[in-house]
């Protein structure tokens, strides 16, 4: 998912953004019942879903709970790798008022 997620920066580097976003999965990829109907088993742990997109290309993944700091950590250097792109923002210097005298 990395790799593929630097491949996505790299283009997106050109003419382009791209978005990353995180969300607590369950495991089901059906809705919820409707009333009446029986529910959904409770999952015994939580993973995390991963999803990245720039224009049309979507890629996604499911991490595992035990799994997810390390992802983090690889997440985290691939940020730091790629924040070159950021403008800086000029600080504007205002000019001291005179004093009424």
């Keep these: ?3 593929g997620l630097e491949k996505l920066a790299n283009e997106a580097k050109k003419d382009a953004s791209f978005t990353i976003t995180f969300k ?3 495991g089901h990829d059906r809705p919820v019942p409707r009333p009446g109907k029986k529910p959904l088993a409770k999952p015994e742990t939580y993973m995390c879903l991963m999803r990245a997109q720039c224009k049309s290309k979507k ?5 595992r709970q035990e799994d997810v700091p390390t992802m ?3 997440y985290s250097q ?3 790798s790629k924040m070159d792109g950021l403008k800086r923002v000029k600080k504007v210097k205002s000019k001291a008022k005179p004093a009424k005298g």
């Design 1 to 3: 998912f990395i790799l």
């Design 24 to 26: 607590r999965y369950d």
């Design 59 to 63: 890629i996604s993944t499911v991490v």
């Design 72 to 74: 983090m950590a690889m």
């Design 78 to 80: 691939f940020i730091k």
